[in-house]
């Protein structure tokens, strides 16, 4: 089967979205399928992936994270491109990422007459709303979410990377669920696994890299940094949790707002606690997990996937969570979790997590578990194809 993948964004970025298209795609062609994944201009090449990457302009049009209208002129071209790539490489089924990425291949499936999937990985306006790209009182707001509505109405088939998506789109769009089909996000369990003795001169070299003191326990974050994201109430716990647990150190990992949040740390008084690395590569992110004690993942947001938790999952560790409709369905009831958006609560979930080691270590090994028996690619990919059938016949 050859199959287009329209992914308006800079794949690949190490993060969120990109994941999931990267490792989609991994395991559609171990299956032995015809992989194209059609991209913005700039972005880190994948060895083996065939991205054909739309036109850029002379001027700036990087486009990491979240909304910009610089994606207006991007898209456009990433359509051209499309248009080419259909008329030389004749795909079997167009398969759209991101609200942009089915509405180009809607009309490059109408052009092939052949199906398109969409893979839905969020609310557009609600997305725009948390980058602060648009307001919910703003004028502009209901035609985005008019938009939202007809582009969710066109795709043969919608893969939702979690229930909680899938009933958003029946309650708040009106889809039909008929047509939706729940793809969880999944993980490389051999790629992302526990740390091992072995692993103890590797996790003291990077510790000494990091410039975190080797008695420190850690609290891992990997992922976008970002307000939505929970990562200034988690910097606002960190200042209770040094108080009653010196020995405690938080790792952030990823971009874009360093600089933005070592400030932050600084005000607050837990700079020396606390270590922004910038972007992991995502070949890298499994050595720099297994530094953590204990996993945190504070996403605020209410409509989007969180799939930096199987990545914690995979490496057995526990994890302490917003408690939120999406956190719930990966981690089942070997979550820890916080009350949504308290900033006190999250403290106290992470503190009572390293107090008692021998019981967040079992936590730990019962994620890593979950994730192998419901959340494995090996297993994922077939309810993909299953989709894929189901729109070609």
């Known amino acids: 089967m050859r199959v287009l993948k329209v992914a308006p964004t800079m794949f690949f970025a190490d993060y969120g979205c990109h994941v999931r298209i990267l490792e989609e795609a991994l395991a559609l062609r171990k299956r032995g399928h015809q992989i194209t994944i059609l991209a913005y201009p700039n972005g880190r090449d994948i060895a083996g992936l065939d991205v054909r990457r739309g036109w850029g302009v002379p001027f700036n049009y990087r486009v990491y994270v979240g909304s910009s209208r610089h994606k207006l002129y991007l898209d456009a071209l990433l359509a051209l491109k499309g248009a080419v790539t259909v008329l030389r ?14 509405l180009i291949g809607h009309y490059l499936a109408k052009f092939r007459r052949v199906p398109m999937v969409f893979d839905f990985q969020g609310s557009l306006s609600a997305e725009m709303v948390d980058h602060n790209f648009l307001r919910k009182d703003g004028p502009f707001y209901a035609p ?10 066109l795709p043969a088939a919608i893969v939702t990377s979690s229930n909680h998506a899938a009933d958003l789109l029946v309650r708040d769009f009106g889809c039909s669920a008929c047509h939706i089909y729940p793809v969880p996000d999944s993980v490389d369990t051999t790629l992302f ?7 103890a001169e590797e996790i ?25 994201q929970g990562i200034d109430l988690l910097l606002q716990a960190m200042q209770r949790i040094v108080r009653s647990a010196p ?35 995502y070949e890298e992110a499994p050595a720099y997990l297994r530094l953590g004690d204990v996993a945190v993942a504070p996403k605020v947001s209410a409509t989007e996937g969180s799939g930096k938790l199987l990545n914690y999952m995979a490496v057995g560790l526990p994890t302490v969570a917003f408690d939120t409709p999406v956190s719930q369905e990966y981690l089942g009831d070997r979550g820890i979790y916080a009350t949504a958006g308290d900033e006190e609560s999250l403290a106290k979930c992470l503190l009572d997590t390293l107090r008692d080691p021998t019981g967040a270590a079992q936590l730990g090994l019962a994620l890593r578990e979950r994730a192998q028996a419901l959340f494995s690619w090996d297993c994922t990919v077939n309810t993909l194809l299953d989709v894929y059938r189901a729109v070609q016949s």
């Open 89 to 102: 490489d004749e795909p079997d089924i167009i398969h759209g990422h991101l609200h942009e990425g089915a």
């Open 204 to 228: 003291a070299a990077l510790k000494t890299t990091l410039g975190i003191p080797p008695e420190r326990r850690v609290l891992a974050y990997l992922g976008l940094l970002a307000g939505y």
């Open 144 to 153: 985005v979410h008019f938009l939202e509505r007809y582009i969710d109405h």
């Open 247 to 281: 020995d405690v150190h938080l790792l952030l990992m990823g971009y874009p707002a360093e600089e933005h949040y070592r400030r932050m740390a600084g005000d607050l008084g837990v700079a020396a606690h606390v270590t922004i690395t910038g972007r992991i590569p």
């Open 193 to 199: 696994r526990p740390r091992r003795p072995a692993d």
